[in-house]
């Protein structure tokens, strides 16, 4: 069985600062990772995701993440964030082998400020 | 990349009617998921909807209180049966991508309230 963990249920940020979303799981099998956003009133949509090869993953909208197996973490990232980035961010994991069965986090609402 | 549709988006509902939310797919796929995301909180599977098969549900939810259908390939409704505040939420439906490693992906949601 697998878990997530997101460390910050809140983030407040001003425009064009850094930011970074943390995110922790739990496994006892290879997982594939996730980081998908919500805008408000929407649905999810897929931000980034690993599935092997290299540890650093890149998705839309300039963001970024970084799989860390000994630490079991997924942190996401950007370098300069935008108004437009104010969403719930959620951190999911699957397991490799099998169905589809996919664990979400509790997300993270980052709330960028002018 | 699939299209999803669903209908409700939202509707406000008595307490002990049901409701049924329908979710339509631009393409086929065998596995349908709906979500629960109850007010402030993440998403929590209910059931997995497979074509010709029984729906399996998760740990916490029963075919009585949340019936689902899957009649082919592109089309899933779940009903929620009678409905108290408690089942206040927005219901997602989701389908897995066709590539290597399954990313989902969502329809809009069907947000209900319960009076």
């Known amino acids: 069985a697998q878990s997530v963990t997101q460390l910050d249920s809140q983030v407040p940020v001003f425009e064009e600062a850094p930011v970074e979303l943390r995110c922790n799981y739990s496994?006892?099998?290879?997982?594939?990772l996730f980081w998908y956003v919500q805008y408000p009133n929407q649905g999810l949509q897929l931000l980034l995701k690993y599935l092997s090869g290299s540890t650093l993953v890149k998705g839309i909208n300039g963001f970024e993440a970084e799989f860390n197996k000994s630490q079991t973490s997924f942190h996401l990232r950007k370098p300069s964030v935008h108004i437009s980035d104010t969403a719930e961010y959620f951190c999911a994991v699957r397991g490799n082998t099998g169905g589809f069965k996919t664990i979400f986090g509790a997300g993270t609402r980052l709330f960028v400020k002018a | 990349s699939a299209v999803i549709s669903q209908k409700p988006s939202r509707d406000i509902c008595q307490r002990g009617t049901s409701l049924t939310i329908q979710c339509q797919v631009d393409s086929q796929v065998t596995m349908m998921f709906w979500y629960r995301q109850q007010p402030g909180q993440s998403l929590t599977l209910i059931a997995t909807a497979n074509q010709g098969s029984e729906a399996t549900y998760e740990s916490g939810f029963v075919i009585d209180k949340f019936p689902i259908s899957r009649p082919n390939l592109t089309f899933s409704t779940l009903t929620v049966s009678n409905m108290s505040p408690e089942d206040s939420s927005i219901y997602l439906c989701?389908?897995?991508?066709?590539?290597?490693?399954?990313?989902?992906?969502f329809g809009e949601g069907s947000r209900l309230t319960v009076l």
């Open positions: 496994s006892s099998v290879s997982v594939y």
């Open positions: 989701s389908v897995p991508g066709q590539g290597k490693g399954g990313e989902l992906f």
